[in-house]
């Protein structure tokens, strides 16, 4: 675990970093999205609030799984690399899942046995080789 202390400053960057580049392209999205609307005249303004109202109400039932199972990641991974790997992909319950899997390959036990610096490196290669072998599971 100390591996995972000593490296979470430098997860937390490149997490900052990659997270922030999708609030970006996020906020963008959403200013085409409205100015669109505005010039086409698609939506009335009663129908954008009822969107807004779905959607917020659509987003707190994942909402409260993405903060129970990052919770255990943080406990297992670090805060870092869970905050960099959630704040991109935001399947927690399939992230946690692939870390354990690519633990048990080489016979390594999340949360138990003691990580050195290869071992996390060899973990999130696996996250990151998994999502991007399969890019229609998340």
């Known amino acids: 675990m100390d591996t995972v202390k000593e490296l ?10 990659l997270t922030g580049i999708c609030v970006i392209q996020a906020g963008l999205f959403l200013r085409l999205a409205l100015k669109l609307n505005k010039k086409h005249n698609l939506y009335t303004k009663k129908d954008l609030n009822r969107a807004v109202k779905t959607s917020i109400i659509a987003v707190i039932g994942p909402g409260v799984n993405v903060l129970f199972l990052g919770m255990s990641m943080c406990a297992l991974l670090g805060s870092g690399i869970t905050y960099m790997r959630l704040g991109v992909i935001g399947t927690p319950m399939l992230e946690l899942m692939n870390a354990q899997q690519a633990a048990a390959l ?12 290869s071992m996390l490196t060899y973990i999130v290669f696996c996250l990151s080789l998994i999502h991007i072998s399969e890019p229609t599971r998340h």
């Open 8 to 17: 979470n400053g430098q997860f937390w960057v490149f997490g900052i970093i």
């Open 106 to 117: 080489i016979d390594f036990k999340l949360g138990v046995d003691e990580m050195t610096p």
